[in-house]
């Protein structure tokens, strides 16, 4: 099993682009989140999935869209980029029901 | 916001010497969890401890809950180069909403 991978691992964008993160995940997971993580802020969770159509928002869903068409992947799209979404992007999984959440390496985001 | 606090925010030991960092959170609870980041990587699950539960055991680590006092406590016995890492607290209070905590970076010389 892959895990949970997470493409790309580095990416810089200007002001106002646009781009979408990857995650994907291998173990049949219903739970899929996404998470930033800043300097001394700890991680904060943005949106999360309970299963395949169903999607809601988290501690700070602005400036990110999701969706999650199957158990597998779950793609973070950002819209309009903006410089204070530079961060580390994780994504995670797990089984509904469960709490061990497991992580994927992370997407380091920087934002000009 | 939710987010919970560790502290300290930093902690450095001699190999061979116990860690101990605490977790506080603000509000009622379902389970408490901590995680292990070592630098530039993604988080790794070390244990998870239930509301109605006030210790649990895995290996080197020790975790104690205090509902009373809203907090929690991660103890690492007989720590080793490599638990050099951060160490996250992470409540759920919802079952779907996880709220991480500022960490503890924690540095073991050997």
């Known amino acids: 099993n892959a895990g949970v991978t997470q493409t790309p691992k580095f990416q810089v964008l200007k002001t106002g682009q646009s781009m979408t993160l990857q995650c994907a995940q291998d173990m049949n997971h219903e739970y899929m989140s996404w998470y930033r993580q800043d300097p001394g802020m700890g991680l904060r969770l943005i949106h999360y999935s309970v299963g395949a159509g169903i999607t809601d928002q988290g501690e700070v869903p602005n400036g990110y869209n999701v969706s999650r068409s199957t158990t597998e992947d779950f793609p973070l799209r950002l819209l309009s980029a903006a410089p204070s979404q530079t961060s580390v992007y994780f994504c995670?999984?797990?089984?509904?029901?469960?709490?061990?959440?497991?992580f994927g390496p992370g997407t380091r985001l920087t934002v000009l | 916001s939710q987010q919970g606090e560790e502290d300290p925010q930093a902690l450095s030991i001699q190999e061979g010497e116990n860690a101990t960092m605490n977790c506080s959170y603000k509000?009622?609870?379902?389970?408490l969890q901590w995680y292990r980041q070592n630098s530039g990587r993604g988080l790794v699950h070390l244990i998870l401890?239930?509301?109605?539960?006030r210790e649990k055991h895995s290996g080197r680590l020790r975790v104690t809950l205090d509902t009373s006092k809203k907090s929690s406590s991660l103890l690492i016995t007989a720590s080793r180069a490599a638990d050099t890492a951060s160490y996250f607290c992470a409540t759920d209070y919802t079952g779907n909403q996880f709220y991480f905590g500022t960490g503890t970076s924690l540095t073991v010389i050997p």
């Open positions: 401890i239930r509301s109605n539960e």
């Open positions: 509000t009622s609870i379902n389970n």
């Open positions: 995670a999984s797990s089984y509904r029901g469960q709490r061990e959440q497991f």
